[in-house]
């Protein structure tokens, strides 16, 4: 459908960072960039006014939203919140073609990082995370985990992505829980990942302020 297709577009140029925060949102542009008419770019821009990515003045000009602290802190907070339950859950259904996924995409991070790639990584990374979440089998917790925007926060974050070698054994490590199906586990290593992933990211302080 056309709607979405703008919708999703002009989502991952603002996830992305291609459209600054704070940048204004004019219409017209934006139509002639995505190649579409006024009325699906609009619903698109409500849509995003709605899920907190896009914010509109009294005027009605729409500007993209930018992140707080407390959007931050909040955003930390869901993620460590849902992708712990999610790890959970995915251990009790996990199948092979899922983990086989999970692995490649562990390699994946690692070779783009060792290359140098940073932003590729980034987005496998997040791929992975959220491919977790999607294979659970909960529609409520996906959506949750989709509006907290998480990529969004990953692509301000300016920290250190870590060790190539590291990052590739941990994600695997976090595979192989899956797999096993030990759900207390897996759990405990989701909640335990994403601190360490906030530390890197944010900062020691920073992490106190937003552990559970």
Same mark, same amino acid.
């Given at each position: 459908?056309?709607?979405?297709?703008?919708?999703?577009?002009?989502?991952?140029?603002?996830?992305?960072?291609?459209?600054?925060?704070?940048?204004? +949102?004019?219409?017209?542009?934006?139509?002639?960039?995505?190649q579409?008419?006024?009325v699906? +770019?609009?619903?698109?821009?409500?849509?995003l006014?709605?899920?907190?990515? #896009?914010?509109r003045?009294?005027?009605?000009?729409s500007? #993209?939203e930018?992140?707080?602290?407390?959007d931050?802190?909040?955003i930390?907070l869901?993620?460590?919140t849902?992708?712990?339950a999610?790890?959970?859950?995915?251990?009790?259904?996990?199948?092979?073609?899922?983990?086989?996924k999970?692995?490649? +995409?562990?390699?994946?991070?690692?070779?783009?990082?060792?290359r140098?790639?940073?932003?590729?990584?980034?987005?496998?990374?997040?791929?992975?995370?959220?491919?977790?979440?999607?294979?659970?089998?909960?529609a409520?917790?996906?959506?949750?985990?989709?509006?907290?925007?998480?990529?969004?926060?990953?692509?301000?974050?300016?920290?250190?992505?870590g060790?190539?070698?590291?990052?590739?054994?941990?994600?695997?490590?976090?595979?192989?829980?899956?797999?096993?199906g030990?759900g207390d586990?897996?759990?405990?290593?989701?909640?335990?990942?994403?601190?360490?992933?906030?530390?890197?990211?944010?900062?020691?302080?920073?992490v106190e302020?937003?552990?559970?």
């Open positions: 459908m056309k709607q979405h297709r703008v919708y999703t577009q002009l989502r991952d140029a603002i996830y992305s960072g291609r459209i600054k925060p704070g940048a204004r +949102l004019v219409e017209r542009r934006l139509a002639e960039e995505f579409t008419s006024r699906p +770019l609009r619903e698109s821009l409500l849509r006014t709605t899920e907190g990515l #896009v914010r003045s009294p005027r009605r000009t500007y #993209v930018d992140l707080t602290a407390e931050v802190a909040e930390w869901m993620r460590q849902l992708e712990p999610a790890a959970r859950l995915a251990a009790a259904k996990s199948d092979k073609s899922f983990i086989a999970l692995h490649r +995409l562990a390699d994946k991070m690692a070779d783009q990082l060792q140098g790639r940073r932003a590729a990584s980034a987005e496998s990374d997040l791929e992975f995370h959220r491919t977790i979440v999607e294979s659970c089998g909960s409520r917790l996906l959506r949750a985990y989709d509006l907290s925007h998480v990529p969004m926060l990953m692509s301000r974050l300016k920290g250190e992505r060790n190539p070698d590291i990052l590739r054994r941990q994600h695997h490590e976090y595979a192989c829980l899956l797999e096993e030990d586990a897996a759990e405990r290593y989701a909640r335990e990942h994403v601190v360490d992933i906030a530390g890197r990211m944010l900062g020691g302080g920073a302020e937003i552990r559970l």
